[in-house]
């Protein structure tokens, strides 16, 4: 085991105690609110800045960044509220040993799908300029394990979006 190792043991340590102290629900949410809230913003924000100029008299640009704004957080913060609820059902109903079971377990894995795309990425930035020696690698117990994790998650990513690609393609 070598300082890379332990590094990544440290993050995955935290991400379990962080993931249990949260629970499952809130850590879902959080990403859940984040892609929505994204989403939504894109989505809704030309009618939120539609209604805006009645009351406003900014730039559009301004308009729209502050409608896409308050979108985000809006959403965020509905989901937020949504999650919270449902922490306090599942413990008035005795489940809330098994939402931080799985809080843990979730968070883990989801750190895990991160280590994974940022070794993709250093390795890319390793071979073109070495900040780590190659024998710290390969005498590594995680870089493998998450180079591997990270090679089928693009693998499957990209085998996604060429499917896309080939339903768009079919439906023209």
């Known amino acids: 085991m070598n300082i890379f190792d332990i590094v990544i043991v ?14 499952f629900v809130i850590e879902i949410s959080g990403m859940i609110a984040l892609f929505l809230g994204i989403m939504g913003a894109f989505k809704f924000s030309s009618f939120v800045g539609t209604y805006l100029t ?24 509905a989901i937020s509220l949504l999650a919270k609820m449902l922490t306090k ?22 750190w895990c799908i991160i280590l994974s795309a940022l070794t993709l ?26 180079e591997q994790l990270g090679a089928f998650l693009f693998d499957w990513v990209m ?7 080939k339903q768009i393609v079919v439906s023209y």
């Open 10 to 23: 440290i993050l995955l340590a935290y991400s379990l105690f962080r993931g249990i102290s949260k629970g």
């Open 54 to 77: 009645h009351y406003v008299s900014w730039s559009p640009k301004i308009i729209q960044a502050v409608s896409f704004i308050l979108l985000f957080i809006g959403i965020v913060y």
């Open 89 to 110: 059902a599942l413990k008035i109903v005795a489940l809330g040993g098994l939402n931080r079971l799985l809080g843990g377990v979730f968070g883990v894995l989801k």
């Open 121 to 146: 990425v250093f390795k890319e930035i390793n071979s073109l300029m070495t900040l780590v020696s190659p024998f710290i690698l390969e005498v590594s117990i995680a870089y493998p394990i998450l």
């Open 159 to 165: 085998q996604f979006e060429t499917l896309q690609e």
